[in-house]
């Protein structure tokens, strides 16, 4: 049975269902939903590029800015907690970097947290050292060293929204098509916008990330010390909740191309909303994660020295190959270094100043 038919009869039997649990199951139902299904999603034959397939000086970049929080933790075994490795491309890089500091790489455990079956094989199939696989957080002992997450936030299901004369959430019903109706919000939903300060004009629609707030949760009673290193596209709420996205942030990729059809291709297209990253900052806060910056992955890898390789390559630009490592620099720094935002938080240690994070705000508002 198609996922589609499969979501029409859930609402039959149900009734309307929110969209936080018809996302959910566009992508995450067992075989079927999009990142459990054998198609190819990532990269030139998928349906979008990540910032590690396009080049592998993101993962060195990233690995840099390890190497400098395992120097901070007073060089002690180092654990890399990474959810939603992808094609695995990220930790290959990451690793391949840091396996010139033997210190380092003698003590380092590297633990991949992965929904996605298809992609889990994948990953088993590139990283053959240091790797070890886990379905949760909870079932990794007491972690020092980094929890890193890069495009995984704006997958999670969301509660879509609109202001009306009270707060309403929206649900999906069935009839003849999928269709949106409104029912008043619960109270959670409307907590989260009174805890953020943040009050939405009248037929204002955007999403709510609850499901953040609880990785927070896990992320937090799981890290002993040290970092937690998130890479996404958003903004902050000020930027997020802007006149100009008052019809919300929810997207769709297919084959490279962009639409706001969350109902067509169930199951064959990506599902996303953006980020709220002064949420991920604010509940950090409160769980004992405090804020050392917010900034824009081009601002992060200008940071980390990823313009000295860029002015290196300039001078010699010998061939065509050096040509397109100088057009995927220029894309990780221009188009995806301005549309991503990197946010770094830490737990059992004084702040400490990150390189990455020379250029940053201190927290996003």
């Not at 003698?106 to 992965?114: A, G, K, P, R």
């Not at 053959?128 to 909870?138: C, G």
């Not at 619960?186 to 990330?209: H, M, Q, R």
């Not at 240690?349 to 990150?354: D, G, V």
């Amino acid at each position: 049975m198609e996922l589609s038919e499969i979501i029409k009869n859930n609402i039959r039997q149900q009734g309307p269902i929110s969209f936080h649990d018809f996302m959910e199951m566009a992508l995450y139902y067992p075989s079927l939903g999009y990142y459990n299904s054998d198609r190819n999603k990532i990269g030139k034959e998928g349906d979008f590029y990540t910032s590690p397939v396009l080049s592998c000086l993101f993962g060195e970049m990233i690995g840099k800015q390890m190497e400098e929080m395992w120097f901070l933790l007073d060089k002690k075994p180092f654990t890399i907690v990474e959810y939603g490795a992808g094609t695995g491309a990220l930790a290959s890089d990451i690793l391949h970097y840091l396996k010139n500091n033997t210190a380092l790489y003698d003590e380092l455990n590297y633990c991949i947290i992965e929904k996605g079956e298809k992609m889990r094989r994948l990953q088993k199939e590139l990283l053959s050292e240091k790797v070890s696989w886990h379905d949760s957080v909870k079932k990794i002992p007491a972690i020092n060293g980094c929890i890193l997450s890069n495009e995984l936030l704006d997958n999670f299901p969301v509660h879509k929204v609109m202001m009306k004369d009270e707060l309403m959430e929206v649900f999906v019903d069935y009839k003849n098509d999928f269709h949106e109706v409104l029912k008043p919000a619960d109270e959670d939903l409307k907590k989260y916008f009174s805890e953020l300060d943040v009050v939405l004009p009248k037929d204002y629609c955007t999403e709510i990330n609850l499901n953040a707030i609880e990785w927070l949760e896990d992320i937090s009673e799981s890290l002993q010390s040290g970092f937690v290193l998130t890479i996404d596209y958003g903004f902050s709420s000020a930027e997020l909740y802007s006149v100009k996205r008052s019809a919300g942030t929810i997207l769709c990729y297919k084959g490279h191309e962009i639409n706001d059809s969350p109902y067509d291709r169930i199951g064959a297209q990506d599902i996303t909303a953006h980020v709220n990253f002064s949420a991920l900052a604010l509940w950090g806060e409160k769980l004992g994660l405090k804020c050392c910056g917010y900034t824009s992955q081009s601002n992060f890898l200008r940071s980390l020295g990823l313009m000295n390789y860029l002015r290196k390559l300039e001078m010699e630009n010998k061939g065509s190959e050096d040509k397109d490592h100088i057009f995927q620099i220029n894309k990780l720094l221009i188009d995806m270094g301005n549309k991503f935002k990197v946010l770094v938080q830490q737990k059992g240690l004084k702040c400490k100043m990150l390189t990455g994070m020379q250029f940053a705000n201190p927290f996003p508002v």
